[in-house]
């Protein structure tokens, strides 16, 4: 089911990208560094967040354990999913893996804007990077290896804004609602700020996305980002569900 809902074009990029000498190599050579610093970011949460567990917060486990069960939580039989908050205000979260956890962090913000819905995306959002194995191909620590030419460069971020949509899936899959994925979207570009202030306008919103292709490249080059453009995102839930 989960293929299915992969986006294709990330998968055919992430294996031609997991096979390349070039990349296996600085894989196998920096294998400690980057298990080191997937340890600082599982250390850092239990210093500086607050873990949500059944207990500390049944209402935040509930959504993630809907969640898993959206997804198949057979996906998970090898995981320990782990939940911390952070006190960030700004509307984000993250995903990494430590041994046979996956640990997601979300900002105080994302409870304090988003609705049940809104944080089922943003946290289905997160499992996806996990169970499509994104963090097996680190392309922002790659990408400033002075070994890597820059047109691996641009495929490895080219990669990493596909990995974005193939996430978005596994979020739209759990919130079930495509409203709520656009508007979970929506509220990360405007800071939480909504209804009644601002309405999704896709047509309005996918304006931006042209008005920016008439810009020169070479003044506001976008090749090195790791995130599609917001309104890209919220036109590929459409075209998707």
Known sequence: MLEGIRFLPEKELFDALKSDRHI??????????????STHVYVDNLRQSFE???KSSPYISNLLNQCIHSIGSEHFKKYDVRLFLNSDQTLNAACSKYKNSI????????????????????????????????????????CNNRGISPSKTIKLMDWSRRAEISADRVGLLCTKDKFSAKSALVK?????????????????????????????????????????????????????S
């Open 52 to 54: 949500l567990t059944n």
């Open 24 to 37: 296996k190599d600085y894989l196998k050579k920096n294998e400690h560094s980057i298990f080191t610093s």
């Open 188 to 240: 990360l570009s405007t800071g939480g700020i909504f209804d009644p202030f601002i309405q999704i306008d896709e047509e309005s919103f996918l304006q931006q996305l042209e008005l920016s292709k008439e810009i020169d490249p070479n003044d506001c080059d976008l090749s090195y980002s790791t995130h599609p453009l917001s309104p890209l995102r919220v036109s590929a839930i459409s075209l998707f």
């Open 103 to 142: 640990v997601i962090s979300l900002n105080a913000g994302c409870i304090k804007s988003l609705s049940d819905d809104e944080l089922k995306f943003v946290i289905g959002h997160e499992l996806g990077h996990a169970i499509f194995d994104h963090h097996d191909l680190p392309a922002y620590g790659i």
